[in-house]
C-alpha cells in the first residue's frame, strides 16, 4: 500500500504539477520505476541546496525530520510519500524519545528507511541487524524496540522472546508491515503445492531479498527476477504449479507482466496437455488480434435484435462485428504507449504487425460503411459520424493557446470508458432499430441502456486492472478517479440494475421474454467481478478472454431461445 500510494503521487505530480519535481533520494528500490519517473521528468535529489524551487517528493521510506526543515527551508514544495505504515513507527519513537527512551531498532544500518527512523530516535538511537548485534547492545533502564517495516518476521519473533528473557522492561512495539508479514508467513504455504516460486522485485529490495531467502529455505528451485525478461523460461516449463510473490517495491505492472509471461509457457512437464497448450494460444491470437471482441460485438447485436423482435440480422450483425473491429484495432495501434506497461505482449505485437493491422482496420472500417449504406443513408451517415469521431479520439482538436489541458478527447476525464459503451450501444441496440423502423421507441432506449451498460462494467472492470498504467501516461480513468473500491462497488450497483432492469422490462413485455434469459449476463459478470476481488481470478489472458465471453454468452442464449422456438 505504501509504496503504490507512493508512485501513485509522483506520477500525479508528474501529470499535473508544472516546473521541476524530484524525489529526495530514490523513491523506492526499484530500478525500473525510477527508469519511469526519470522518463517524466522526476530526477533524484540526493544533496539538499541552500536555495531551491520546484516540488520534492519524500520517498517512501521516510527522512529524518531534519531533511524535512532543510527542505522546506530552501524553498521547496514537499509532497510526502512516507508509507503511513513507516509513519506510524516514527511516532512512536518520537513519542518515547521526548520521554528520554533509548531505541533500538531491528533493521539494515545503512537501509533509507532505518535511517529516517533514527532521526527521531535522537541521540538515543540504536540500529541492530542481528541477534548478536542487539545482545552486544548496553543495557537501558528505559528503551524501545521496533523494527523496520520489511523486516524478517522470523528474526523479529527471536527478538521479542529474547526481551521477554532478558530485559522485560523495555516496550516492544511489532512495527513490521502487515503485508510483508503475509508474504513471508505464504511462501511456505505456497511452496507446499507449487514445483517452483518466482521472486519478483529489485535487486537491491531488502525484503525482495528476504522472500527470496525463505523461498529457497522451501527447498523448492526459487528464481529472482526484477521483469519478466529475466525469466528462465526453459526450467520453469517443466513445473506443473508456480507460485509467484513480489516484493514491496514491485509495482503492479511488473508482476502482471511476469504472471502473463509465465502463463504463456507451454506445459511440457509429464501432465502436460496438448489441448491445453492450443487453447491458450488459440485465447490469446483472438484476444490480440480483437477477433473476439468483434465476434463477442455480433453475438451483442443478434441478442438485442431478438429482445426487439427484429428479424433481420446479417447486416447488422455483420455492421457491428466490423465497426467494433475496426476501431479497437486503430485504438490499440494508437494505445501503444501504455501498452508497454499494461501488456508488454500486445505492444510487441501491434509494433511487429502494425502495417498489416492497418491495413486490417481500415479494411474493415471501409466494409462496415459500404454494408450500413446499403441498409440505407441514415445507417451510413450514423456509422460515418461514429467512425469519425472515434479516429478524432486521440487528435489533438483545440489549439494550445485556447486549451492547455483538454485538447483532445482522450483529455476529458472517463471519456474512453462511456464512448465505448455508447458507441457499442448505438451500433448493437440503436443502429438496426432506427434502419429498421425509422423511430426510436422506448423498447429500442431500454435495449440500448443494457447493452451500453455491459459494455461499460467491461470497459471499467479492464480500466480497473489497469489503473497504475493509466497513471504512467496521465489518463484519468473512472476508477482513477474514483479509487478501486468505489468503482468496483459502482460496477456492482450497475450490474444489479441491469439485471434488474431486465426482469421488469421482460415481465411487463416492453422487451422480448428473452430478457428474463439474458438477465443471467449481469450475473455473470457480477461473479467475475466479485471472484477477482476475492484472489479467485487473476488478471491475465484466461481473465480477458472470461470477461469478453459474457457477450457471446448473450448472444448463444438468444440463438439457442429461437431456435427451440
Known sequence: ?????????????????????????????????????????VSILNTIPEKGSGTVIVRAHGVPPEAKRALRNAGFHIINATCPRVIKVQAIIKKYANLGYATIIIGDQDHPEVVGLLGYAGKQGYVAGTMAALSALPSFDTAIIVAQTTQSTALFQSVKQWAAETHPHYKVFDTICDSTQKRQDEISTLAETADAIVVVGG???????????LARQTGRPAYHVETAADLDKKALCSAESIAITAGASTPNWITKGVFRALETLPRTGKHRLVFSNLLFMLQRSLLLTTIYVSVGAGCLCYACNRLQGIEKQSPYVLIAMLYVLSMHLLNNLTGRKID????????????????????????????????????????????LAMSITGLLYNTRIVPKPFLKKYRSI??????????????????????????????????????????AGMVFVRSAFFDMLDMQSDRIVGKETIPVLMGEKRARRLLKIFLIALFLMLQISAALNLVAPLGFALAVCPVFLFIVVTAHQNGSMLPGVRLEFLVESHFVLAGLIAFLLALSA
Open 1 to 41: 500500500m505504501g509504496v503504490r500510494r507512493a508512485v501513485d503521487l509522483a506520477l500525479d505530480a508528474a501529470n499535473k504539477q508544472s516546473g521541476p519535481i524530484y524525489t529526495y533520494g530514490p523513491l523506492i528500490h526499484n530500478p525500473q520505476v525510477l527508469d519511469l519517473l526519470a522518463e517524466k521528468g
Open 203 to 213: 535487486r537491491d529490495s531488502g525484503n525482495t531479498k528476504r522472500l527470496l531467502e
Open 340 to 383: 508497454r506497461y499494461k501488456d508488454p505482449e500486445r505492444a510487441l505485437f501491434y509494433n511487429t504487425h502494425k502495417r498489416r493491422l492497418e491495413i486490417l482496420a481500415t479494411a474493415a472500417g471501409a466494409m462496415g460503411l459500404l454494408t450500413a449504406q446499403s441498409v440505407g443513408w441514415l445507417p451510413f451517415l450514423i456509422l
Open 410 to 451: 482522450r483529455d476529458i476525464p472517463g471519456s474512453k470508458t462511456v464512448l465505448i459503451a455508447m458507441a457499442w450501444g448505438v451500433v448493437v441496440a440503436l443502429f438496426p432499430a432506427i434502419a429498421e423502423t425509422g423511430a426510436l421507441r422506448l423498447q429500442a432506449i431500454l435495449v440500448f441502456i443494457w447493452a
